[in-house]
């Protein structure tokens, strides 16, 4: 249509290089997860269909992203979080717009990573001298499933502080440990040849059960929840140990809200 960039690229991009990949290492006990396989043969040719029904604008848009962001395995993380074409095609229009609205923030958080990072590393996320909690242990692996871990004590979190958090340092924190799960996630994958995510270890001894609490930690989420809904399937399993009867219930409802956001 007018006003939108000629568009000389073939349906699928030409950033896949499977072919040069090294073989998969030995199996770990979690690497024939169907969520953590390499995308199929079939998925392939779906995340195709994605991109093909693309407009000519946001396939451009995409030719401008890391190499990591048009990747197969990074578009296979919305049709696996998503489930269909359609709706994947939906919800990856959504991150390319977002991308392009936030390109100047991405583009500086970017620069801040090391393009073969492989683990999480707290020390490179942005606005983390107003952060309210602390991480005390990010492995890049350990577990049986030779997954990357990261570990929060619930017990850290300041509530003044997470009460004080301003929107846009959540913001600004939220997309950097996207971004930086992004880089790290893909690297480790194009190694193992299969779709790794992150085990996230939530320890929530010491925090307070109270309908007040949990009123308190839910306001910032208002602003962090749309945009880790943009990043489907970096996650592999949330472990949540030492809590009460109250809080299990807190985060499943936590839950239900993200998954109502992702199929909106």
């Not at 839910?218 to 880790?228: C, G, S, T």
Request: proline share 7%; net charge neutral; with cysteine.
């Amino acid at each position: 249509g007018a006003g939108e960039e000629e568009d000389e690229e073939p349906a699928v991009l030409r950033v896949e290089a499977d072919g040069a990949l090294p073989a998969a290492p030995a199996a770990y006990d979690d690497a024939d997860a169907p969520s953590l396989r390499w995308p199929t043969s079939e998925e392939r040719v779906q995340t195709g269909q994605v991109v093909a029904m693309l407009t000519a604008r946001e396939r451009a848009l995409l030719r401008r992203q890391p190499p990591d962001i048009q990747h197969v395995v990074f578009r296979a993380r919305f049709l696996r979080g998503h489930g269909s074409v359609q709706a994947s095609l939906k919800a990856f229009s959504r991150h390319l717009a977002f991308r392009e609205s936030h390109a100047d923030l991405l583009q500086r958080v970017r620069a801040s990573l090391p393009p073969d990072l492989d683990f999480f590393d707290p020390r490179l996320l942005w606005a983390s001298e107003a952060r309210p909690f602390r991480y005390v242990s990010c492995l890049p692996t350990g577990l049986r499933s030779g997954l990357p871990m990261s570990f929060i004590p619930l017990s850290t979190v300041c509530m003044d502080r997470w009460s004080d958090w301003q929107k846009d340092d959540m913001i600004e924190f939220v997309i950097s440990a996207a971004e930086m799960n992004c880089v790290q996630l893909h690297n480790r994958s194009m190694r193992e040849h299969r779709m790794v995510k992150t085990i996230e270890v939530r320890d929530a001894s010491g925090l307070p059960a109270s309908a007040s609490t949990f009123a308190r930690l839910f306001a910032p989420f208002r602003h962090l929840m749309p945009i880790a809904g943009l990043y489907p399937e970096l996650c592999h399993r949330l472990v949540l140990f030492n809590a009460s009867p109250a809080v299990v219930r807190f985060i499943g409802w936590m839950r239900s809200a993200e998954q109502r956001g992702l199929r909106r």
